[in-house]
T-cell receptor, first 118, second 112 residues
Framework: GAVVSQHPSWVICKSGTSVKIECRSL??????MFWYRQFPKQSLMLMAT?????????EQGVEKDKFLINHASLTLSTLTVTSAHPEDSSFYIC??????????????FGPGTRLTVL | GDSVTQMEGPVTLSEEAFLTINCTYT??????LFWYVQYPGEGLQLLLK?????DKGSNKGFEATYRKETTSFHLEKGSVQVSDSAVYFC???????????FGTGTRLLVSP
């Protein structure tokens, strides 16, 4: 199987608060997970690569102190948007690549989390 | 760096029409190529993939052939349905890197 879930599916928060988004691989182990941001009618922008048991690798221009990523186990990665502001409102999507399988080069995507910051 | 170029949309077709969405890529090495589909309000789903030259990926009536000589991976379907309306993303992943590079996406609108 290759199912990835995200929680919550949507969240509304006040400006200045922090929001945590969970990404889980339900039926496979993933040593690597990825976090993307998608703006309306645009493609996905890779924010960071999350490696189990080590620090995430952030793409250029992504603030690591604002978007905290933790990959605590082989099936769970979390993204915390700290001190959120309206410009952080977006669709956040995670993906995971199966470890130790022939489709290890394939990323399976979660359904996404819609974040709205008021 | 690696990049993927897709035809701009939207592509508007009538039901049962033939579909082609062009995709070309630039990459070092020998990337794997993917088509992902995003239905309205949903996340991306893997539609098909090809991992080496001349491979053909196919799923749900969609096909794409990995053409190394033209660096292309065009998506085709012989007869589209209204339910195929979605945004289609072409992407590549270079060996050993796992990072996906996406095209900008092509919106397909199929009318009855």
């Amino acid at each position: 199987g290759a199912v990835v879930s995200q929680h919550p599916s949507w969240v509304i928060c006040k400006s200045g608060t922090s929001v945590k988004i969970e990404c889980r691989s339900l039926d496979f182990q993933a040593t690597t997970m990825f976090w993307y941001r998608q703006f309306p009618k645009q493609s996905l922008m890779l924010m960071a690569t999350s490696n189990e048991g080590s620090k995430a690798t952030y793409e250029q221009g992504v603030e690591k102190d604002k978007f905290l990523i933790n990959h605590a186990s082989l099936t769970l990665s979390t993204l915390t948007v700290t001190s959120a502001h309206p410009e952080d409102s977006s669709f956040y999507i995670c993906s995971a690549s199966p470890a130790g399988r022939e489709d290890t080069d394939t990323q399976y995507f979660g359904p996404g989390t819609r974040l709205t910051v008021l | 760096g690696d990049s993927v170029t897709q035809m701009e949309g939207p592509v508007t077709l009538s039901e049962e029409a033939f579909l082609t969405i062009n995709c070309t890529y630039t990459a070092t090495g020998y990337p794997s190529l993917f088509w992902y589909v995003q239905y309205p309000g949903e996340g991306l789903q893997l539609l098909l993939k090809a991992t080496k030259a001349d491979d053909k990926g196919s799923n749900k009536g969609f096909e794409a052939t990995y053409r190394k000589e033209t660096t292309s991976f065009h998506l085709e379907k012989g007869s589209v349905q209204v339910s195929d309306s979605a945004v289609y993303f072409c992407a590549l992943s270079n060996t050993g890197f796992q990072k996906l590079v996406f095209g900008t996406g092509t919106r397909l609108l199929v009318s009855p």
